[in-house]
Structure formats: structure tokens, C-alpha cells
């Protein structure tokens, strides 16, 4: 669980030291903190040279994208550099990465010859091949091969290549390199399937998902030094238990989840990573963090948790990944003994792929509450074949924290830590 630091600091200092970048997924174009922090801490307007690479080839439409928007939006310099397996390792490549302030890691490469079984998952796997991206994002989630190819080109048998070495050298001579969080673990890297089917999958529970559970164990670039497992979208795609369930199976302990267009900003990733949440102006997104230490040994196969430690941050929070603490801004308060509502509001679709954060804003309106826990559920279906869910909120030993939007007076921004979720599988039909 992560604990409160009673010391509340007006700011974090980012620009000093290495400086990573966790994007949650389809950032957009207009998003002016996100961009304008990228293009702060790889030098400022001018002065930042920022190589924009994939896993591919040749130029990519993400990558002219980005490229784009830094450029004709945001007053940097960037070229794109497409690295394949036989450029990974290539010395010159590796130098002009090493030349650059900042790095864009983007991860829809060109199509490489994947193998039968690869293209075929990508083509029945709605999660791994999405419909055509809006033309105002980037980050935007590609097919489940495309991200092992990323791996595999920069990362080969979990050895860097002299490119991700140079990666890292522009990260310790104080640059700033940014792409999708879900890549840049040295843990687990989550591939396809949705929360329902991550609860299921393994279990003695009949049930045909439409989307398959799949990750890579053996990790991610390893661009940050402590082991946690990253996913992105996390609330807008119900992908809470998805990444519960990657972190029991994979012996590891906390994850964290970023909201889409929102990005946790990470000073010193490979030393002493302390993380801070940036949102575009106005809006309730944040970081889904969660701690399965407490949960029995077991859980996974029995589709049943219990003692799920999960927290939620928002715009200004940070958080120490390695001591595990939470700092808040001043502008925050605490909500005990302010709360707006009497009861709290439960979801009848908790793990909806349809309605977006659902987990999120039942948690956010129970700890906004006076009630101490609320009980949810995930409708079962006989076609597809999926059981039902139940998932209760216990807001006992947590702490919640409420202000006024900056740049939306008409909104409040809440976050909290240390309540506790239960999950369990119930009958096809009751």
C-alpha cells in the first residue's frame, strides 16, 4: 500500500536528471501539459532535438504524427529514426540517438514478417487490432505483435541493444524520453485481453472470451529501475482486474494503470523514479495504482481476490515508486468529515468495455461518501459464455483528497489511497 507523506509540496522538480515519460495512451495533438512538459525537459522550444523511433524500416504514420506535433505545434526539433533488427545494433544509429535531448519511443512499427499465428490473433483479437486511430492522437494502441516486435528489435533475449543504450544515455545526461507506459517496465508486459477474460483465463471456470489473455513475461525496454507492471488506458477500457491479474501471475507485487491522455512523469527513473501525474487541463483522468501483496497465495487460479490495495492519483500527485509513499499538493484536501454524498453509487457493469471507468467512479463516489464499502457487478452473458462478477469496495482504511479543478471550477478532482477491492466469479446465471 502506498502511505501519505504528512509533508505537502507545492512542486515537484522534474527538470533536473532523467526524466521519463508514462503515457497512458491516445495523447492528443491539443494536449498542451503533456506536450509542452515533453518538449520543457528535453530543452525547451528551440532547443530540444527529439528522434522519434520504431521498430521499423522506414517512416510511420505515428511516428510522422508525433513528429509533426512537435515541430509545427510545440517549437521542437525531431527526426524520425526507424531502428529494425539489423540497425538495432548498428553504431552509427546508436550515435544520432545518442545526439538527441529527447526520445519518442512510438510503438505502431511497420508490419514485420510476423509468423501465421501472430497475424491471425491480430485479426481476431478486437483489444490487439483496433479499429483506424482518430487522427488527433498518438500512443494510440496497435496489434499485440507490433509491441513484441518493439521489444524484441530494442530488447533482444532481454539484452539491450546498442540503440536502447544509447536510449539510456540520453536519459542519464539529463534528457527526456517518452512513449507508452506499458512497454517500459523491466516486469510483465501485457499483450491482449480485457478484464474479464484475465480473471478467467486458467481457471476451472467454463467461459469463451472474445478476447484472449496474453503477456510477456520475460518484460518491457526496462526503462525504469523497479518492478512494476505498467498498463495504459486503464479506466476508459475497465482494465483494473487485467492488471491484477498480470501481477499475481507474474510474481510481482504493485502495478500501475494511466488513464488515456494523461502521462506520469518520472524524475530519475533509473536511480530513485519518483513519479508525478500530469492531465490535460480541466479533466478527472489519473494513475490506477495497486498492491497485491496482501492477496492469498492461490487467488489467481480460483478467480477469487481478495486484500486488493489499490489507490487512485490525479493531476499534481506524486508518488515515490520505490518507497511507496504519495505526496500532494497544497491545493488538495482532505475529504474526512466533507462529504458530499450519503450513499455511495455502485456500477451494475464494473469491468464495462462499453462504459468507461466505471471502477474508477465508483471508487471516487464512495470515498466521496458515508458509506464504507458498495458492491458492484459485472453482468454474465450466455453468448459469449461469461460468468458474472462481483467486486466490493471497502473504504475503511483509506484517505481521500478533493479540490476544485484548476482550469474547471465546475468539477472537483479526487484522489485517494489504501482501499481495499474483493473480487470474486459468481454463476452464469443466478
Request: charged share 15%; hydrophobic share 45%; with cysteine.
Amino acid at each position: 500500500m502506498i502511505y501519505a507523506n504528512l509533508m505537502f509540496l507545492t512542486c515537484v522538480s522534474l527538470a533536473v536528471g532523467q526524466n521519463l515519460v508514462l503515457i497512458g495512451g491516445n495523447l492528443r495533438n491539443n494536449n498542451l501539459p503533456v506536450w509542452n512538459m515533453m518538449v520543457e525537459l528535453a530543452g525547451g522550444p528551440g532547443v530540444a532535438r527529439i528522434g522519434v523511433i520504431s521498430a521499423s524500416n522506414s517512416n510511420t504514420t505515428e511516428g510522422d504524427r508525433v513528429i509533426n506535433n512537435f515541430v509545427r505545434l510545440y517549437g521542437a526539433n525531431a527526426i524520425e529514426i526507424a531502428v529494425n533488427e539489423s540497425l538495432a545494433n548498428n553504431i552509427l544509429v546508436a550515435n544520432l540517438v545518442q545526439k538527441q535531448t529527447g526520445i519518442f519511443i512510438v510503438e505502431d512499427s511497420e508490419d514485420k514478417a510476423a509468423n501465421f499465428w501472430d497475424r491471425f490473433t491480430s485479426l481476431v483479437r478486437p483489444n490487439d487490432t483496433p479499429v483506424r486511430p482518430p487522427n488527433d492522437v498518438v500512443c494510440y494502441e496497435s496489434a499485440s505483435y507490433k509491441r513484441q516486435n518493439l521489444i524484441d528489435t530494442l530488447r533482444p533475449s532481454g539484452m539491450d541493444s546498442l540503440v536502447l543504450t544509447a536510449i539510456r544515455k540520453v536519459l542519464n545526461n539529463g534528457g527526456m524520453v517518452a512513449g507508452n507506459a506499458a512497454v517500459m517496465s523491466k516486469s510483465a508486459v501485457i499483450l491482449g485481453g480485457d478484464s474479464v477474460a484475465a480473471l478467467l483465463t486458467g481457471t476451472l471456470f467454463i467461459s469463451s472470451p472474445r478476447v484472449p489473455f496474453s503477456f510477456r513475461k520475460a518484460g518491457g525496454l526496462a526503462l525504469i529501475d523497479t518492478d512494476y507492471v505498467f498498463d495504459s488506458q486503464l479506466s476508459e477500457k475497465g482494465r483494473e482486474v487485467r492488471l491484477i491479474r498480470t501481477l499475481l501471475d507474474s510474481n510481482v507485487s504493485r502495478g500501475l494503470g494511466i488513464d488515456e491522455n494523461t502521462a506520469v512523469i518520472v524524475s530519475n527513473p533509473l536511480l530513485q523514479p519518483v513519479g508525478k501525474v500530469l492531465t490535460e487541463m480541466g479533466t478527472t483522468s489519473g494513475a490506477f495504482y495497486v498492491d497485491v501483496s496482501n492477496v492469498p497465495v492461490g487467488a489467481g487460479a480460483a478467480a477469487s481476490y481478495d486484500n486488493v490495495d489499490f489507490s487512485f492519483f490525479t493531476v499534481d500527485d506524486s508518488f515515490d515508486f520505490t518507497a511507496g509513499k504519495a505526496i500532494y499538493p497544497t491545493w488538495k484536501k482532505e475529504i474526512f468529515g466533507q462529504e458530499q454524498f450519503n450513499k455511495a453509487v455502485p456500477s451494475d457493469d464494473i469491468l464495462s468495455l462499453a462504459l468507461p471507468a466505471q471502477w474508477r467512479q465508483t471508487a471516487v463516489g464512495l470515498i466521496n461518501s458515508n458509506e464504507m464499502s458498495v458492491t458492484s457487478y459485472s453482468a454474465p452473458s450466455i453468448v459469449p459464455l461469461i460468468p458474472g462478477v462481483q467486486v466490493v469496495f471497502d473504504r475503511t482504511r483509506a484517505v481521500g483528497l478533493r479540490a476544485r479543478l484548476p482550469g474547471n471550477s465546475n468539477a472537483s478532482v479526487v484522489s485517494f489511497q489504501g482501499m481495499s477491492a474483493s473480487i470474486k466469479v459468481l454463476r452464469i446465471l443466478d
